[in-house]
């Protein structure tokens, strides 16, 4: 055990073992030190840990493992406010620790912190994930579970799905080789569910919400199974199975009733409204868009922007431009503030209609908003604005772009799988 930790703070200081070695022992002798193949001689291990700063005495592992579990599991299981009051024992107990595993497992906990913290820290998630990446050789089959488990939240809150699903997939194969409670495999299952939406694979979505789902009930955690219900709802919304897609949300709302979540409550109505809108229920839309922002009333103004563009477009469909304009520079305030790509290129567009500034919309359209939308694998919002912009097209007599947008936007739909 000694000779691991040596070892991880020899390549953490960025020591060469030649380094670490000279006035002390011969090289080869500390190799077989690190690697635990030598009867190490007290002297020498006080002397090799003086040179690197740290004590050569251990603390009880069991002990410090099971506090370390113990918090990750309350960030696991949402309990984010005791997480972080128990944050500061574990904090303190930890600046007495100096074998490798317990810190890699401390390291790979605090970048979870940091991402699913009301303040969320995306930096210094990346510092951790990128000094973990270079002693990747030194993670046991767990860590590296944990480790691909977070990076993936990781690059999924830096909307570079593609990577969070590499990721993600990575943690599912160690999940058969390591032992970790069922509530972790469910959130796995859950995280696939969501990397999948975010690409249109529905299948792949109902597949692994399914899976989450039934380790939810099992453990009465009705918070995570509304998750799951609100995914599987705006699946069969996009592929419009629309009655099926009322039926997951209202089994979420029957779920929301057994906590309290204002969050959770304002992500339904917000996906009510969407799923009214689609049927083209403008009103009605409207009244649960306002229920939405009334449960996110006290949250970050962050949670708002999506909500706020959809009641601008409902007003827009309404003809009620004066009011689409109102929400949009709401909305706009909030962006530039907490910019996000993706609404900036939706916030352009309305506002472009609203004005109907129809050549600058064309060129908008084409030039930067269509291929976004294609490269970032938005299939949705692709197949949506190609179609918008073929009516434009067809609008303005150029008949053979139009027929060219038309087909890019019914093959986009057709990728919704």
């Not at 480790?147 to 809150?157: A, E, K, P, R, V």
């Not at 299939?379 to 060219?404: M, V």
Request: hydrophobic fraction near 35%; proline fraction near 1%; aromatic fraction near 14%.
């Amino acid at each position: 055990m000694v000779g691991q930790r040596i070892r991880y703070y020899r390549k953490t200081k960025g020591l060469t073992q030649e380094e670490l070695a000279q006035g002390i022992c011969s090289v080869s002798y500390l190799s077989k030190i690190e690697k635990g193949d030598a009867k190490s001689s007290e002297e020498v291990i006080n002397l090799l840990c003086e040179k690197l700063g740290i004590s050569s005495e251990e603390v009880d592992s069991n002990e410090i493992l099971e506090m370390l579990n113990e918090w990750n599991m309350m960030m696991v299981n949402r309990r984010f406010d005791e997480a972080e009051e128990f944050f500061e024992t574990v904090r303190e107990k930890m600046q007495h620790v100096s074998e490798p595993e317990l810190i890699l497992r401390y390291e790979l906990f605090l970048a979870r912190k940091y991402i699913v913290s009301n303040e969320q820290d995306l930096t210094h998630t990346d510092e951790i994930l990128s000094k973990i990446k270079e002693l990747q050789e030194q993670l046991t089959q767990e860590l590296k579970f944990y480790y691909n488990q977070i990076l993936s939240m990781y690059y999924y809150f830096k909307t570079d799905y593609k990577n969070a699903l590499s990721h993600l997939q990575e943690a599912e194969k160690l999940m058969s080789v390591i032992n970790i409670e069922d509530m972790e495999r469910a959130v796995v299952f859950y995280q696939l569910a969501l990397c999948f939406g975010q690409i249109f694979r529905i299948s792949s979505v109902n597949y692994y919400a399914y899976k989450a789902i039934n380790i939810f009930d099992k453990e009465y955690n009705y918070s995570r199974s509304a998750d799951c219900q609100i995914l599987l709802a705006i699946s069969n919304r996009r592929v419009r199975n629309y009655v099926q897609a009322e039926y997951h949300l209202n089994q979420a709302l029957k779920y929301s009733k057994t906590f309290k979540d204002d969050f959770t409550s304002g992500v339904i109505f917000h996906n009510l409204g969407f799923l009214a809108s689609c049927r083209n229920e403008h009103q009605k839309s409207i009244q649960f868009l306002e229920k939405s922002l009334s449960f996110k009333k006290d949250l970050s103004d962050v949670t708002k922007i999506a909500t706020i563009f959809l009641m601008a477009s409902e007003y827009y469909q309404l003809e009620d431009y004066n009011s689409s304009e109102k929400w949009l520079t709401q909305g706009q305030k909030i962006l530039n503030e907490y910019p996000h790509h993706e609404y900036e290129y939706h916030y352009r567009i309305l506002m472009l209609k609203i004005k109907k500034d129809h050549d600058e919309l064309i060129s908008y359209l084409a030039k930067e908003a269509v291929p976004y939308f294609d490269k970032q694998h938005l299939l949705e919002s692709y197949a949506t604005y190609s179609e918008l912009l073929a009516d434009l097209y067809f609008e303005h007599s150029q008949y053979k772009k139009a027929s060219l947008y038309y087909r890019v936007s019914n093959n986009a739909r057709k990728n919704i799988l």
